[in-house]
């Protein structure tokens, strides 16, 4: 059975530094794996995909990765915002429709 | 702004009522999503639409009912629900059902629901 993890659950950072989020998964039989923000009370909103053939995807400040093998995604955030203070999920799809999710990182970054 | 609307953004009910949330995407997606998150926990599938038609229903109590008229809208009927039932419940779509697809599912800022 698929499991998922994200640690630390909570970070806390100074504005302007460069981080990196965690994401493991137990079995790599995934065909992708997402990451999503989420602010307090408000739905999920999609950051990456990265494809099961891919390595990494990038979107302006963020960059994730995928090692299959290791059944490991970082997500890393370049010269971070108080703005990017949120929760980040990521979630691994197996099958057609399922996600698998992970419990969260809190992060807070300190202006 | 979402892509995905649901409304309404918060419902307060009582245990006896009957209500609807409602989602809507144009994006021409053909597979939409019910969640349900309770507070600082991931999102839990509750049903999936394929092509307007029930795919998936993840053992969900029969007093939420999914309706998706067209497949622009998806609807989530409640009745009798239980003060447990509180939580955001999330709508999701994505372009492809289906392992070919691929493609990210984008969530509504969904329904804060609450149960007297």
């Known amino acids: 059975k698929q499991e998922v993890t994200q640690i630390p659950a909570a970070l806390s950072v100074p504005e302007g530094e460069n981080l990196v989020l965690n994401c493991s998964f137990t079995?790599?039989?995934?065909?992708?794996l997402q990451w999503f923000r989420q602010d307090p009370g408000k739905g999920l909103t999609s950051l990456l995909l990265?494809?099961?053939s891919q390595r990494e995807q990038t979107s302006g400040r963020l960059n994730a990765s995928l090692d299959k093998s290791s059944g490991r995604s970082t997500l890393y955030i370049a010269a971070s915002q108080p703005g990017d203070s949120a929760t980040y999920l990521c979630?691994?799809?197996?099958?057609?429709?399922?996600?698998?999710w992970g419990a969260g990182t809190k992060l807070i970054i300190k202006p | 702004d979402t892509e995905v609307t649901q409304t309404p953004k918060h419902l307060v009910m009582g245990m006896t009522n009957k209500k609807s949330l409602k989602c809507e995407q144009h994006?021409?997606?053909?597979?939409m999503y019910w969640y349900k998150q309770k507070a600082k926990k991931p999102p839990e599938l509750m049903f999936v639409?394929?092509?307007?038609?029930?795919?998936i229903n993840e053992s969900v109590p029969s007093r939420f009912s999914p309706e998706c008229p067209n497949s622009s809208l998806l609807n989530l009927h409640l009745h009798a629900l239980q003060p447990e039932d509180s939580a955001l419940y999330l709508c999701?779509?994505?372009?492809?059902?289906?392992?070919?697809?691929?493609?990210?599912?984008?969530f509504g800022d969904g329904t804060r629901l609450s149960i007297l």
């Open positions: 990265i494809q099961s």
């Open positions: 079995d790599s039989a995934i065909y992708n």
């Open positions: 979630a691994a799809r197996e099958g057609n429709y399922q996600l698998i």
């Open positions: 999701a779509s994505s372009r492809l059902p289906g392992g070919a697809g691929n493609q990210p599912q984008h």
């Open positions: 994006m021409g997606h053909r597979a």
């Open positions: 639409y394929s092509y307007e038609k029930l795919s």
